[in-house]
């Protein structure tokens, strides 16, 4: 499969601890994307790569919030001090920076803090 | 990005043409018009996208108005795998991330 991957595709957190998703794009692709998606809303942009660098970190909601691509290659959300309304599907794509601009989801994982 | 206004829900029967139609009338000169369905549990997924011409490819058809100010996805031949929330969303070509909405809410009835 070729396909965005991610991990875990289901996570349940007391408040307060640490959570860390991962996401493996199209092996072609050299821009990464994190969305956040609560209930009943559209996903809501996050953040994104172009290769490793992170070229929009502005509407990441808190900081506690924070993401890494070191190699350009997978790339990892960090979520510290977890809190109740933390509570979404967490969501990552890939693309190429042209040719249309097409971005491939993957299945999310979905977070939920107890 | 523009913002876009489309109603919240829509029933069509399986089978028949799905139109579901999408406000955009602040787009700019160089913002494309986006559309990407997202299935129950699934990440959305990308449909079809175009500037000022119409489009088509296997899954839909794109109709832009002359003015640029409305869209239409068609759906040719709906069936129940297509009910879904389907989003519009104008961006310039090579931005940063999607400004996605609430979506229309599109259910084929059998």
């Known amino acids: 499969d070729t396909g965005v991957s991610q991990d875990p595709r289901h996570k349940i957190t007391k408040r307060g601890q640490n959570v860390t998703f991962r996401c493996d794009p199209i092996?072609?692709?050299?821009?990464l994307y994190w969305y956040r998606q609560t209930l009943g809303q559209g996903p809501e942009f996050l953040t994104y790569?172009?290769?490793?660098?992170?070229?929009?970190k502005s509407r990441l909601l808190s900081d506690r919030f924070s993401a890494e691509r070191p190699k350009g290659s997978f790339s990892t959300l960090e979520i510290q001090r977890t809190e109740q309304g933390d509570s979404a599907m967490y969501l990552c794509?890939?693309?190429?920076?042209?040719?249309?601009?097409?971005?491939?989801f993957g299945q999310g994982t979905r977070l939920t803090v107890v | 990005d523009a913002k876009t206004t489309q109603p919240p829900s829509m029933d069509c029967a399986e089978g028949r043409a799905a139109n579901l139609p999408c406000n955009h009338s602040?787009?700019?000169?160089?913002?494309?018009v986006y559309w990407y369905r997202q299935i129950h549990s699934q990440g959305p997924q990308y449909i079809i996208h175009?500037?000022?011409n119409n489009e088509t490819n296997e899954m839909a058809s794109l109709i832009i108005t002359e003015d640029r100010k409305s869209s239409t996805l068609i759906l040719p031949h709906a069936t129940l795998r297509d009910t879904a929330v389907y989003y519009c969303?104008?961006?310039?070509?090579?931005?940063?991330?999607?400004?996605f909405g609430k979506g229309t809410h599109l259910i084929i009835q059998p």
């Open positions: 794509a890939s693309s190429y920076q042209w040719l249309g601009s097409e971005a491939f």
């Open positions: 092996s072609e692709h050299n821009r």
């Open positions: 790569f172009q290769n490793e660098a992170q070229l929009e």
């Open positions: 602040t787009i700019s000169g160089n913002e494309y």
């Open positions: 175009g500037l000022k």
């Open positions: 969303i104008v961006r310039v070509e090579g931005a940063d991330g999607l400004t």
